[in-house]
């Protein structure tokens, strides 16, 4: 009988390391990223004149402006007198929108318009409003644009190149920068804060609806297309069916965004609450300007839980 062969030896775990090859050595890439990071550092908090020693001395200011706004003064909120309602109508015919001879129906329209929305609650509602308005605004614009601005989805490479320079170059710009500018053009008010609102969230909406659109499923849009349909049919059908709950998720993400950007916006005279907090810091009202403050993180709040509610039932 033949005799059969050994068995190959298999090669010990010993001897496996030694013919493994030799890992790279990244430890001095690690030092010389590690004293890069603390060099740009070091230069970063050198430029912003970083003291925390000045912070520290300055720490009686601050305890004496927190001593000026407690307690927080609510009283231009529950008091009816800071209403400043017409007398010739009085609150209630103000309020109720009843009947009213043409005269009066002007008085009332003037306190609406005007009045109401100098008082901290017409400036919170003013703030709602502008964030509301300018992101549907914002949405509306940005939804095509985000098909010229994804790379699967636009029309030519040079349509996907002019979009996303002009979308960056918009981007750019700071909001308190197109406000100025706004009420330069239209003047004080809500108008020119929804106005830099809706610019600045149109790029920034159309910027992410487009990358969305580029991490569709591409297997989708292929079966559409091979039953005949056109390009409006696939971008109906394959595309806008994948990005819905996201264009949901990010509108409501925004619209919480423009409520604080709105109340900034309104440091520069562009209405809601923002001009109503810098009025009361002007003027010295600290204790007034803590109750804004305090409204202000109430709102946002509030704005928060609801956006986070309506995403749960709609994603």
């Known amino acids: 009988m ?57 720490r009686a200011a601050i305890l004496d402006m927190f001593q000026r706004m407690m307690p927080p003064d609510f009283s231009q909120v529950t008091s009816i007198a800071a209403y400043n309602f017409p007398p010739e109508i009085g609150a209630t015919d103000t309020l109720i929108p009843v009947p009213l001879s043409p005269g009066l129906s002007e ?56 979009v996303r320079s002009v979308l960056n170059f918009l981007r750019s710009i700071p909001d308190l920068a197109l406000g100025l500018m706004f009420i330069s053009a239209v003047g ?22 487009s990358e969305k659109i580029e991490g569709i499923d591409g297997g989708v849009v292929e079966a559409l297309q091979t039953t005949g349909a056109n390009h409006a049919q696939v971008l109906m059908w394959a595309v806008v069916p994948q990005i819905l709950p996201d264009i949901v998720g990010l509108f409501l993400y925004r619209f919480e965004s423009n409520i604080r950007a709105a109340a900034v916006l309104g440091l520069i005279g562009a209405g809601g609450i923002g001009q109503l907090m810098n009025n009361a810091f002007r003027q010295f009202q600290y204790r007034e300007a803590a109750a804004i403050v305090l409204v202000l993180i109430v709102l946002v709040m509030t704005v928060d839980f609801f956006s986070a509610r309506v995403r749960k039932l709609t994603i």
């Open 2 to 58: 033949a005799k059969s062969l050994p068995p190959t030896a298999e090669p010990s775990g010993t001897q496996v390391l030694r013919l493994a090859p030799t890992p790279p050595d990244h430890r001095v890439r690690w030092i010389v990223s590690v004293l890069m990071a603390v060099l740009v550092l070091g230069w970063a908090f050198s430029g912003a004149r970083f003291q925390p020693r000045e912070l520290y001395e300055g």
């Open 107 to 162: 008085v009332r329209h003037r306190w609406w318009e005007n009045t109401f929305p100098q008082t901290i609650v017409g400036g919170t509602i003013q703030t709602i409003q502008i964030a509301l308005a300018g992101t549907f605004l914002a949405l509306v614009m940005a939804f095509p644009l985000s098909f010229l601005a994804a790379r699967n989805t636009t029309p030519h490479q040079g349509v996907y190149l002019a």
């Open 188 to 209: 004080l008010g809500a108008f020119a804060g929804t106005l830099a609102v809706t610019v600045s969230t149109t790029t920034i909406l159309a910027k992410l609806i």
